[in-house]
């Protein structure tokens, strides 16, 4: 595999990316999938397309081996007239405040809500957190969404604030 480093051409970034060409070798088929999917999907190039793919690929693999802090999504539709449901729901994100970061939740027709959970924290626990939500009765259909990232802390959070915050909420 041949490997040409060059600095990526971006004027708006500050700091230059440096990307590296590599050469893949597909089938016909496989190269037709993909200039379809560029053009239905608006990538500006098989590069992004292909750069997009693997970065998800990737994603997923440290999703699975690893155990290493991520930011992402529980999304899940539900019937919100199951029987407690709502209450199940929220005790879950309670139970785990420390990855549950926010959440929202838009009552779509009939008795369906969509929610929308942003959490952050090792994979393994995400997975755990998003399974035991989507897995509630009521829950028709549920996804986690993990991305290699985190959540810039805005405010530095002490045992002694969480002692305080303990004492003023008796």
Same mark, same amino acid.
């Given at each position: 595999?041949?490997?040409?480093?060059?600095?990526?051409?971006?004027?708006?970034?500050?700091?230059?990316?440096?990307?590296?060409?590599?050469?893949?070798?597909?089938?016909? $088929?496989?190269?037709?999938?993909?200039? %379809? *999917? =560029? !053009?239905?999907?608006?990538? +500006?190039?098989?590069?992004? /397309?292909? @750069?997009?793919?693997?970065?998800?690929?990737?994603?997923e693999h $440290?999703?699975?081996?690893?155990?290493? %802090? *991520? =930011? !992402?999504?529980?999304?899940? +539709?539900?019937?919100?007239? /199951?029987? @407690?449901?709502?209450?199940?729901?929220?005790?879950?994100?309670?139970?785990?405040?420390?990855?549950?970061?926010?959440?929202?939740?838009?009552?779509?027709?009939?008795?369906?809500?969509?929610?929308?959970?942003?959490?952050?924290?090792?994979?393994?626990?995400?997975?755990?957190?998003?399974?035991?939500?989507?897995?509630?009765?009521?829950?028709?259909?549920?996804?986690?969404?993990?991305?290699?990232?985190l959540?810039?802390?805005?405010?530095?959070?002490?045992?002694?604030?969480?002692?305080?915050?303990?004492?003023?909420?008796?």
């Open positions: 595999m041949k490997r040409n480093t060059k600095p990526a051409a971006r004027e708006t970034q500050k700091k230059r990316e440096t990307v590296s060409r590599v050469s893949l070798s597909l089938s016909e $088929q496989l190269l037709s999938e993909l200039d %379809v *999917m =560029v !053009g239905e999907r608006g990538f +500006a190039s098989r590069s992004q /397309a292909v @750069g997009t793919i693997l970065h998800r690929s990737l994603v $440290q999703h699975k081996v690893g155990d290493r %802090v *991520m =930011v !992402g999504t529980i999304t899940i +539709a539900y019937d919100h007239t /199951a029987n @407690g449901l709502g209450e199940r729901l929220a005790n879950l994100q309670r139970k785990h405040i420390d990855e549950v970061i926010s959440s929202l939740h838009v009552h779509l027709m009939h008795h369906l809500t969509l929610e929308v959970v942003l959490v952050q924290g090792p994979a393994k626990k995400l997975e755990a957190i998003a399974n035991a939500m989507i897995t509630e009765r009521g829950v028709l259909s549920g996804r986690l969404e993990l991305v290699a990232a959540i810039p802390q805005l405010h530095p959070f002490t045992k002694d604030d969480a002692k305080k915050a303990r004492r003023t909420s008796k």
